[in-house]
């Protein structure tokens, strides 16, 4: 049975049964996510669709892809209302953490000497990306930017993550690459790959929402939403 994704708001996060491992899961899984995205940019093989978009316009405005990604996400989030997605404490710091992120694997990781080693970070970017954004979704605390659309849409559409997170990435890649972003075979392998590896890793480090302010958490059919028992 699948573990439901809560909704819940910024009150109940911050009262809400095994916050540290929370905060610990969404803490590495947004690391390893900012890493994993500058290592796809490093293999030279194309930037993840998102990133595409970032670096399109970080280059024509003389930035850096962190600061852009950093940038649209508070954009993004605007997404939000007509999604009634809740703001949490996993979506500030993913919209900051992110950036930060990238522009520190950026830094740090050399770009790809060659096709050999550009095709293994390509697949180790991907798959990481796919482990580490379930870990962060997985933690309860409220999606980041662009996961909002994807679990916002999922739990509106009721329909699985792996193709919300596919169609999206296509629409923002199409953007991308109207703007003159790096695309590349790691961008559709990124594209058509990530959805699927979020679907497979979720169960497995999603932490169910037991308690909410110390009472147990009852649900009903209509609403996936949270509410502690009297």
């Known amino acids: 049975m699948r573990t439901p994704l809560e909704n819940l708001s910024l009150r109940d996060q911050l009262r809400v049964d095994h916050l540290p491992s929370r905060l610990l899961l969404l803490m590495v899984g947004l ?4 890493l994993s995205l500058a290592v796809l940019l490093r293999s030279g093989l194309g930037g993840a669709p998102w990133d595409v978009l970032h670096a399109a316009l970080a280059e024509r405005i003389g930035s850096t892809v962190g600061i852009l990604s950093i940038t649209v996400s508070f954009v993004v989030l605007l997404a939000f209302i007509p999604l009634r997605q809740r703001v949490g404490i996993g979506t500030v710091l993913n919209a900051l953490w992110v950036g930060v992120s990238i522009d520190i694997g950026m830094a740090l990781i050399p770009a790809a000497p060659n096709l050999a ?29 662009r996961d909002g659309l994807m679990t916002g849409l999922s739990r509106v559409l009721d329909k699985p993550v792996g193709p919300i997170r596919i169609a999206l990435e296509m629409a923002v890649l199409g953007t991308g690459w109207l703007l003159g972003g790096p695309i590349g075979v790691g961008t559709a392998a990124y594209a058509l790959g990530l959805g699927p590896v979020i679907q497979l890793t979720l169960p497995w480090v999603t932490i169910p929402v037991r308690t909410v302010r110390g009472q147990p958490v009852a649900r009903t059919a209509a609403a996936g939403d949270p509410v502690p028992e009297d």
């Open 117 to 145: 080693v550009a095709s293994a970070m390509m697949a180790i970017g991907v798959i990481v990306n796919g482990i580490t954004a379930a870990m962060y979704i997985g933690a309860q605390l409220g999606p980041g930017a």
């Open 31 to 34: 690391t390893g996510f900012g």
